[in-house]
């Protein structure tokens, strides 16, 4: 199979993450015998400084041609001071709009060698594999007016939260798909009790649920669903919700996990996937050589399964982390007092050496 990606290595740690996830998909790509067809883009602060463009025409119109998009990261403190649309994140926005990309797979799967990372107890985290399904393209990063108005000191500023019927349907059918395939359990989060957006949000994902009889549906208030998060998090398979509650609850589900640096993402619904790491540009740490790659490693992963639909390959992927990690690789974000820390390239040569390990002999 053709492989045509389209590359954003981005801000901060970005390129250095970026690099070894395409390494990675190297080495799986010869294991099973696939093309791969790589362009490489600015976005983000790297754009702005070249372009004044958070996302260049080039940019984009290398990922509306390509099969697949491979982000980075964006973000930078350099650009904090500019206004909304020539920061890097307004980037991040409008692709992800133009692309259509309106469900965010999130997963959370604690590693059982890591065990000694989470802040949790080990009995309490052990087992835990949660998909948080994140609705991308709505709710208040999106909606309109948004504004600050007024002289200072007197200002008042305005985001608008807004959601359609069809906009909650579309995301609700991923979840319900997804958990067709796991544990046909789906717990839909909201704020039905104050926010008017959560009451149509329930309503609608409760209509969607009667034409998916065998997937066990529960719904529950935001404050109560992180606090569950954190006291029975094995409890949780797919998790149902709106844009800003997502990215709330899959960063404190990365906690419990160990590091954001194992979080992988993948941005689906258009004819274009977008798949990136968790955990954002992290200026403190950019250029160290001490981030953890695993997070882009497995967003690769992700690509292969839902954008080329290569299972095999997405699992050698998967096998090759979780084999590295229980050979004691360990960035420095996950090597607690126990391990030494190895660099990035270091932690993606384990995994590429895993992956040729463990690719099988047909491959």
Known sequence: MLLKITVL?????GPEVTEQAVLVLHSVADAFGHRLQFQDKLIGGAALTTSNDPLPPDTLQACLASSAVLLGAVGSPVFDHNPGHLRPEAGLLRL???????ANLRPAVFFPALEDCSPLRAEIVRGTDIMIVRELLGGVYFGQPRSIEGSPGSRVAINTMRYGEDEIER???????????RKRKLLSVDKANVLECSRLWREV?????KDYPEVKLGHQYVDSAATLLVQRPTEFDVVLTENMFGDILSDQAGGLVGSLGLLASASIGGPVGLYEPVHGSAP??????????LGAILSVAMML??????EQEAACIENA???????????????????T??????MGGRVLEAVRTGAPASA
């Not at 399964?305 to 290569?310: E, N, S």
């Not at 820390?341 to 270091?346: C, G, K, N, R």
């Open 321 to 339: 982390v979780s084999s590295a990690l229980s050979h004691g690789a360990r960035t420095a974000d996950i090597a607690g007092k126990t391990h």
């Open 171 to 181: 995301i609700a059918r991923v979840a319900f798909d997804l958990a067709m395939k």
């Open 284 to 293: 403190d740490i950019a250029g160290k050589g001490i981030a953890n790659p």
């Open 305 to 310: 399964r839902h954008t080329f639909h290569l």
């Open 9 to 13: 290595p981005g801000d901060g740690i």
């Open 341 to 346: 820390a190895t660099s990035t390239p270091e």
């Open 96 to 102: 992800r709009r133009e692309l259509g990309v309106f």
């Open 205 to 209: 994902v409760t209509r969607v649920g």
